[in-house]
């Protein structure tokens, strides 16, 4: 037990201030580390959050010396005539007494001893990763000293909702693919025990790195995404029909075959159109139907098309008859039926319908010129993908269903797609578990966690803005739903949903705005502050349950951990084969 | 380590004068009155004292009339008085007051400090150059001043300190490289609490009369 100061100054509110001994060098205490403070009752775990000096030397004196003497003189000057002062908090006490670890709830007396915090006493704290319910989350800061694993506890983290925040390039995506392994490890290990959870993926993948390769900073590849290591543990989806062939995932356009008008709010809203048109939208949608199912025409007078209609324009027409050429864009059912006529024709008859109201009229054309950007996004009026939501959907809450990844392939930058799709998605889920709720299920019979990249777009705090992540936040986390806002920008998350996360990821912020907001929840989350502007890439504030204690990580290398996630899978699916044929035998004896 | 050489200090020939007094580490030595105009503040003596051989560092003359009342010729000046009175210096005392910082024992081994009291009339001597280079030396032969904290502790005086370093500089010069002598006197003189202004003095006191100021 190596003694590197004494505590001079404690509080709950403002933390410990320790000076440190003669000869201690203040870089080796990088702020983030863990140290302990010893006493003779008990042992108090802490998180260094400043180091400060005061140097009692006259600067006039110093600054006389000449240059070429001062590099000689400094080792005796910081040893005679600066205090080296270190703050911490507490954040554990291990009682010697009761032999076990708590909260502390008291401080720790004048002059006890500050040491080096080494890896067995650290794990008497956080416990050690047992790779079936425990996993390695990342490595703490040691004042000299690495080589311990911190575990995340999967049960308690996926039992309530939690966040990763982080400046872009900070690490948020390499630690949430890590999670998403250990989630999908732990539903394979402990199947059939006692206390077993279900556990069910959602990513909205902004830029396929769950679903295809993890990029470092430079967007160079370091590893195979989450999905890609455990592929028979999801169904990926994506909006880029190129990539669906390419990479065999599942095309999902925004399908807009017979879709309700309380769900095209949510897709159109984004670009730009006026309040009227979407107080007026529902009365199109009626109107429009109506004129279509008088319409000659075998497709045209299908109502599901209705929303062709509110797109089709003399300006849109020749686009529209694009997309039903090019055949790499799925679009309608049969598309050789309609022809350039029927379209004008359709055109016509819905402007006399609506323009029986005039005002009705000009908010009808002024909306419809907003809606040609849905012309540039992957939609599609074919009946088959007004169902890809559904199957979505039974995915995830059918116990024999899969994780689902949506991966954004060439969409990864047209937030309009993305918000189009993960709202349409959550919308469905939300009603279909309510359904359900309202047929007497008490809980979602797995346990469904929705990671959602730019949280804060569905999430913000916005007077009169509907959005089905909040509900789900908000209301279905006892369902067994939870959301996991994934975001740059915390501080424009809505406070309820911010305050409901539980198990909070915290890495690089600068805007004082979002480090307040990250630290929600934490006891005295002034005294984290200086740690969280301090962070490097790759280093996370941890804190919830998660983890038992606050703690500041080193984040494990997501491209290590791979390796192992794909080793261990291939084991399971070996163990799985073996295990599927014995039984075969068995069957046949 | 190297060590001084003690058995050149011996016998009345060479001697500048004899242990008169002593109070604590402030030695008074009568000086012989020929050797007088030899001996000036800021030099280092070394004494005879059989096995141990205290070392000072003069801080003070003293140069008066032997009795209280009685002989004082004035008008004359030292020569005349000399011509009409040859054993004049017989009515006066020649001493000088020195601080013990050292001594050295009976193999020539110096140690900074207090070491045991001499007896009085033992003979003391002016140090040679190249050993008194000892006393500014730790046993890995680097710089060391520790001595100045004996001498300050003695007589805190920034202008004896300065005598000091200019009566020793050539001894100082020699010690090595000019960095890690400094860095040597910086870290002696900064463990006593001298306060602002006599740091400042000593240090500047020091770079000058090293020629090191710039």
């Known amino acids: 037990m190596k003694v590197i100061g004494s505590v001079l100054e404690a509080s709950f509110e403002k933390g410990i201030v320790a000076c440190l001994m003669r000869g201690e060098d203040p870089e080796d205490y990088p702020i983030g580390s863990l140290a302990i403070i010893d006493t003779d009752r008990n042992s108090y775990l802490a998180i260094l959050n400043e180091v400060q000096y005061t140097g009692e030397l006259n600067p006039s004196i110093l600054m006389n010396i000449p240059s070429r003497f001062r590099d000689g003189i400094m080792p005796h000057v910081r040893k005679r005539y600066v205090n080296y002062i270190v703050k911490l908090i507490p954040i554990a006490k291990y009682s010697k007494e009761k032999n076990i670890t708590e909260k502390p709830d008291t401080i720790p007396p004048y002059g006890a001893r500050l040491i080096k915090a080494v890896p067995s006493e650290i794990a008497i704290y956080y416990g050690e990763p047992?790779?079936?319910?425990?996993?390695?989350?990342?490595?703490?800061?040691?004042?000299?000293?690495?080589?311990?694993?911190?575990?995340?506890?999967?049960?308690?983290?996926?039992?309530?909702?939690?966040?990763?925040?982080?400046?872009?390039?900070?690490?948020?995506?390499?630690?949430?693919?890590?999670?998403?392994?250990?989630?999908?490890?732990?539903?394979?290990?402990?199947?059939?025990?006692?206390?077993?959870?279900?556990?069910?993926?959602?990513?909205?993948?902004?830029?396929?790195?769950?679903?295809?390769?993890?990029?470092?900073n430079s967007r160079r590849p370091i590893a195979k995404?989450?999905?890609?290591?455990?592929?028979?543990?999801?169904?990926?989806?994506?909006?880029?029909?190129?990539?669906?062939?390419?990479?065999?995932?599942?095309?999902?356009?925004?399908?807009?075959?017979?879709?309700?008008?309380?769900?095209?709010?949510?897709?159109?809203?984004?670009?730009g159109v006026t309040q009227a048109f979407l107080d007026n939208l529902a009365t199109f949608e009626k109107k429009i139907k109506r004129v279509m199912e008088k319409s000659g025409n075998t497709i045209l007078s299908d109502p599901g098309y209705w929303i062709l209609g509110l797109i089709l324009s003399q300006e849109t027409i020749d686009r529209v008859m694009s997309l039903m050429d090019r055949r790499e864009t799925e679009f309608i059912e049969s598309d050789r039926s309609v022809t350039r006529r029927s379209l004008y024709d359709l055109i016509e008859a819905i402007e006399n319908v609506i323009g029986e109201e005039r005002e009705a009229l000009k908010s009808f054309k002024a909306g419809r010129r907003r809606l040609i950007r849905l012309l540039n996004m992957p939609i599609s009026f074919k009946k088959k993908y007004s169902r890809t939501i559904d199957e979505i959907v039974k995915y995830l809450i059918n116990p024999k269903g899969k994780s689902v990844v949506i991966s954004m392939g060439r969409y990864e930058k047209t937030m309009s797609v993305y918000l189009a799709l993960a709202n349409l998605i959550g919308e469905r889920l939300r009603i279909k578990l309510q359904e359900k709720i309202a047929e007497g299920m008490e809980e979602s019979p797995t346990k469904i966690i929705i990671l959602l990249e730019e949280a804060h777009k569905f999430l913000e705090k916005k007077p009169g803005a509907y959005s089905p992540f909040g509900v789900i936040a908000r209301e279905m986390r006892k369902r067994g739903v939870i959301i996991v806002p994934i975001d740059q920008k915390p501080g424009d998350l809505d406070p309820d949903v911010t305050s409901m996360i539980w198990t909070n990821m915290v890495?690089?912020?600068?805007?004082?705005?979002?480090?307040?907001?990250?630290?929600?929840?934490?006891?005295?989350?002034?005294?984290?502050?200086?740690?969280?502007?301090?962070?490097?890439?790759?280093?996370?504030?941890?804190?919830?349950?998660?983890?038992?204690?606050?703690?500041?990580?080193?984040?494990?290398?997501?491209?290590?951990?791979?390796?192992?996630?794909?080793?261990?899978?291939?084991?399971?699916?070996?163990k799985k084969r073996s295990k599927s044929l014995y039984e075969d035998d068995l069957s046949r004896d | 380590m190297r060590k001084i050489r003690v058995s050149r200090y011996s016998g009345s020939e060479t001697a500048v004068g004899e242990v008169a007094s002593i109070n604590g580490s402030k030695y008074i030595i009568y000086l012989y009155p020929e050797r007088y105009p030899e001996i000036s503040i800021g030099d280092i003596l070394l004494i005879d004292s059989g096995?141990?051989?205290?070392?000072?560092?003069?801080?003070?003359?003293?140069?008066?009339?032997?009795?209280?009342?009685?002989?004082?010729?004035?008008?004359?000046?030292?020569?005349?008085?000399?011509?009409?009175?040859?054993?004049?210096?017989?009515?006066?005392?020649?001493?000088?007051?020195?601080?013990?910082?050292?001594?050295?024992?009976?193999?020539?081994?110096?140690?900074?400090?207090?070491?045991?009291?001499?007896?009085?009339?033992?003979?003391?001597?002016?140090?040679?150059?190249?050993?008194?280079?000892?006393?500014?030396?730790?046993?890995?032969?680097?710089?060391?001043?520790?001595?100045?904290?004996?001498?300050?502790?003695?007589?805190?005086?920034?202008?004896?300190?300065?005598?000091?370093?200019?009566?020793?500089?050539?001894?100082?010069?020699?010690?090595?490289?000019?960095?890690?002598?400094?860095?040597?006197?910086?870290?002696?003189?900064?463990?006593?609490?001298?306060?602002?202004?006599?740091?400042?003095?000593?240090?500047?006191?020091?770079?000058?009369?090293?020629?090191?100021?710039?």
Do not use: C
Request: glycine share 8%; no cysteine; net charge negative.
């Open chain 1, 507 to 574: 890495f690089a912020l600068t805007d004082p705005k979002d480090v307040s907001a990250a630290l929600t929840g934490i006891d005295n989350p002034k005294l984290y502050e200086s740690i969280v502007y301090s962070l490097k890439p790759g280093e996370a504030v941890i804190y919830g349950p998660a983890v038992k204690f606050p703690v500041v990580l080193s984040i494990e290398d997501y491209s290590k951990v791979s390796r192992e996630f794909e080793k261990r899978y291939k084991e399971y699916i070996g």
């Open chain 1, 130 to 216: 047992d790779w079936q319910k425990t996993y390695p989350l990342g490595r703490p800061k040691l004042i000299g000293e690495v080589g311990y694993e911190v575990p995340v506890d999967i049960k308690n983290l996926v039992n309530l909702n939690f966040g990763i925040y982080g400046k872009s390039g900070s690490g948020k995506t390499f630690i949430a693919n890590l999670l998403v392994g250990y989630g999908i490890l732990y539903t394979l290990y402990n199947r059939g025990e006692e206390d077993y959870i279900d556990i069910r993926f959602l990513i909205f993948d902004m830029h396929d790195e769950y679903s295809l390769e993890v990029l470092d």
């Open chain 1, 225 to 271: 995404g989450v999905a890609n290591i455990f592929r028979k543990e999801f169904v990926i989806y994506t909006p880029d029909i190129e990539n669906s062939n390419k990479f065999r995932m599942n095309y999902l356009p925004i399908p807009l075959y017979d879709m309700p008008s309380g769900y095209l709010k949510m897709i159109i809203e984004p670009l």
């Open chain 2, 51 to 214: 096995i141990y051989h205290p070392i000072i560092v003069v801080d003070e003359n003293i140069h008066r009339a032997r009795r209280e009342q009685g002989f004082t010729p004035l008008h004359t000046g030292h020569d005349e008085l000399k011509e009409i009175y040859p054993d004049a210096d017989r009515l006066y005392i020649y001493a000088i007051s020195g601080v013990n910082v050292a001594y050295a024992d009976e193999k020539g081994s110096v140690k900074t400090g207090f070491g045991p009291s001499p007896r009085l009339h033992d003979f003391a001597y002016d140090m040679e150059e190249e050993d008194k280079e000892r006393l500014f030396l730790d046993e890995g032969d680097t710089p060391n001043f520790t001595i100045l904290r004996y001498l300050l502790h003695g007589a805190r005086d920034p202008i004896l300190l300065r005598e000091f370093i200019a009566r020793n500089r050539d001894v100082i010069t020699k010690l090595g490289d000019e960095r890690e002598v400094f860095s040597a006197f910086f870290n002696a003189i900064t463990e006593m609490n001298l306060g602002d202004a006599f740091l400042k003095t000593a240090i500047d006191d020091f770079l000058s009369i090293m020629g090191w100021r710039e």
